[in-house]
């Protein structure tokens, strides 16, 4: 590629990302520690979900500090032709545009875009450069740091919006519990139920057009799935999309894929299903067993990257609040429970079952339940039941029903159950162990 049209497109690219919308969100992460060390941050996550413009916040610390910045998008299609050959080239505007005697702080945007980027990024950081780095795609991220970049790295996953941010975005208060009032209590359910469906993706919410869910959808299912993995028989792996979204929260079945999907290879499911989480389309969530061989021979769950799929993608016809509320909670678990597992809990012999389990490194140490609405006793007499038999299972003293609305605390088998709106669960994390 010419050096002349790589400057040009360099200097586009700058002044747009120079640019800070007077709307823009600061995110709930410690921007600040991935600023101290000298690693290369990886930020990976789910298109759309706002990694360029946590690019921008950073960069912006950046300049405030007087620190020169670069930014390259490497999806643009107009550095399709790039090669290696440029990257000297690259280095050499970052000294032309800038003072010499000051390092540029690069960031780079879908990276794997870039041949050989993991390779470049070592050389960099051999430099003393510090890079920022961003990409939609976990398998070649993983497959390639694990081979050149180990111990050179640190990854931070970003997802859409949690709720407390979309609060933020509506300009909603949350006070301390103690000054929870039931009109500030309604106000955020009111919030609550809206995020339940449009879910976090931050333009979809901007804009109130959940439509756009619908376009995110589909353009990951062509650009990172379809198109980077060359599937030529693409009928399979769209109704294979639109049944896991459609059942999200449900366990699923080898047999049962083959037969809606038309796919007769379980081979091939199998590898669908690794596309899907390696762009964070969708998730899997195993069954807790102290055997190993037993817990990888154990169906899984699925749950959809974004709830706002759950309304846009899914063959639903009713208002399934309780497959939304679950959806949901998984993915606030995945983002806040970090250096934790998550299960979901078959009884041994009850069959009984209990939506969540958290676990650290030996034991685990938290069981959840979701229903949406309890009111019901037969409901709530087979919430608590599944709970229970979790809380046995695993020598646990309390365990958590979450749900849209109901609040309150109950013993039952000599066990304390704690039920307790998912909002309130979310929002004040230091009140749930």
Same mark, same amino acid.
Request: proline share 2%; glycine share 6%.
């Given at each position: 590629?010419?050096?002349?049209?790589?400057?040009?497109?360099?200097?586009?690219?700058?002044?747009?990302?120079?640019?800070?919308?007077?709307?823009?969100?600061?995110?709930?992460?410690?921007?600040?520690?991935?600023?101290?060390?000298?690693?290369?941050?990886?930020?990976?996550?789910?298109?759309?979900?706002?990694?360029?413009?946590?690019?921008?916040?950073?960069?912006?610390?950046? *300049?405030?500090?007087?620190?020169?910045?670069?930014?390259?998008? &490497?999806? /643009? @299609?107009?550095?399709? =032709? +790039?090669?290696?050959? %440029?990257?000297?080239?690259?280095?050499?505007?970052?000294?032309?545009?800038?003072?010499?005697?000051?390092?540029?702080?690069?960031?780079?945007?879908?990276?794997?875009?870039?041949?050989?980027?993991?390779?470049?990024?070592?050389?960099?950081?051999?430099?003393?450069?510090?890079?920022?780095?961003?990409?939609?795609?976990?398998?070649?991220?993983?497959?390639?740091?694990?081979?050149?970049?180990?111990?050179?790295?640190?990854?931070?996953?970003?997802?859409?919006?949690?709720?407390?941010?979309?609060?933020?975005?509506?300009?909603?208060?949350?006070?301390?519990?103690?000054?929870?009032?039931?009109?500030?209590?309604?106000?955020?359910?009111?919030?609550?139920?809206?995020?339940?469906?449009?879910?976090?993706?931050?333009?979809?919410? *901007?804009?109130?057009?959940?439509?756009?869910?619908?376009?995110? &959808?589909? /353009? @990951?299912?062509?650009? =990172? +799935?379809?198109?980077? %993995?060359?599937?030529?028989?693409?009928?399979?792996?769209?109704?294979?999309?639109?049944?896991?979204?459609?059942?999200?929260?449900?366990?699923?079945?080898?047999?049962?894929?083959?037969?809606?999907?038309?796919?007769?290879?379980?081979?091939?499911?199998?590898?669908?299903?690794?596309?899907?989480?390696?762009?964070?389309?969708?998730?899997?969530?195993?069954?807790?067993?102290?055997?190993?061989?037993?817990?990888?021979?154990?169906?899984?769950?699925?749950?959809?990257?974004?709830?706002?799929?759950?309304?846009?993608?899914?063959?639903?016809?009713?208002?399934?609040?309780?497959?939304?509320?679950?959806?949901?909670?998984?993915?606030?678990?995945?983002?806040?429970?970090?250096?934790?597992?998550?299960?979901?809990?078959?009884?041994? *012999?009850?069959?009984?079952?209990?939506?969540?389990?958290?676990?650290?490194?030996?034991?685990?140490?938290?069981? +959840?339940?979701?229903?949406?609405?309890?009111?019901?006793?037969?409901?709530?007499?087979?919430?608590?039941?599944?709970?229970?038999?979790?809380?046995?299972?695993?020598?646990?003293?309390?365990?958590?029903?979450?749900?849209?609305?109901?609040?309150?605390?109950?013993?039952?088998?000599?066990?304390?159950?704690?039920?307790?709106?998912?909002?309130?669960?979310?929002?004040?994390?230091?009140?749930?162990?």
């Amino acid at each position: 590629m010419d050096k002349g049209h790589l400057l040009d497109v360099i200097l586009q690219q700058q002044d747009i990302f120079n640019q800070i919308p007077s709307d823009i969100i600061e995110r709930d992460i410690d921007s600040e520690k991935y600023m101290r060390g000298k690693e290369i941050v990886i930020i990976t996550g789910i298109r759309r979900s706002g990694k360029s413009t946590v690019l921008k916040l950073i960069a912006n610390r950046y *300049k405030d500090q007087g620190e020169n910045t670069l930014f390259i998008n &490497f999806e /643009d @299609i107009r550095l399709s =032709d +790039i090669s290696p050959d %440029n990257y000297q080239d690259i280095e050499n505007i970052a000294i032309e545009l800038f003072s010499a005697k000051k390092k540029t702080v690069f960031f780079f945007d879908e990276i794997q875009y870039a041949p050989l980027w993991e390779r470049w990024l070592n050389n960099l950081h051999f430099k003393g450069y510090k890079v920022y780095v961003t990409g939609s795609n976990a398998s070649i991220l993983g497959r390639e740091i694990a081979t050149s970049l180990t111990g050179r790295n640190v990854v931070l996953d970003m997802y859409p919006f949690s709720f407390r941010e979309y609060l933020i975005l509506k300009g909603v208060d949350v006070p301390a519990v103690t000054y929870l009032t039931s009109h500030k209590s309604a106000e955020i359910l009111h919030y609550f139920k809206f995020y339940l469906e449009y879910g976090g993706f931050p333009e979809v919410l *901007k804009e109130v057009n959940i439509e756009l869910s619908g376009y995110y &959808f589909n /353009d @990951i299912i062509k650009r =990172d +799935i379809q198109n980077r %993995n060359q599937i030529r028989e693409r009928t399979g792996l769209e109704r294979l999309a639109t049944y896991l979204a459609t059942n999200s929260g449900s366990v699923f079945t080898y047999t049962t894929l083959r037969n809606v999907t038309g796919i007769k290879s379980n081979n091939t499911i199998s590898q669908y299903l690794d596309y899907f989480r390696d762009s964070y389309l969708f998730y899997t969530l195993p069954a807790f067993y102290f055997s190993l061989k037993r817990q990888a021979q154990a169906s899984s769950k699925v749950y959809s990257g974004d709830n706002s799929f759950l309304t846009t993608v899914s063959f639903s016809f009713s208002e399934n609040a309780e497959q939304k509320l679950e959806n949901l909670l998984y993915l606030h678990l995945r983002q806040s429970k970090k250096g934790a597992s998550l299960f979901y809990h078959t009884g041994k *012999k009850s069959g009984k079952e209990c939506d969540f389990l958290i676990m650290n490194s030996t034991s685990v140490i938290s069981a +959840i339940q979701i229903s949406s609405d309890i009111r019901s006793e037969k409901t709530k007499a087979r919430e608590i039941a599944g709970l229970l038999d979790a809380l046995h299972e695993y020598r646990l003293r309390q365990g958590y029903i979450l749900t849209l609305d109901c609040d309150g605390k109950e013993e039952a088998a000599g066990k304390e159950i704690i039920i307790t709106p998912a909002w309130k669960y979310m929002l004040y994390p230091d009140l749930y162990p």
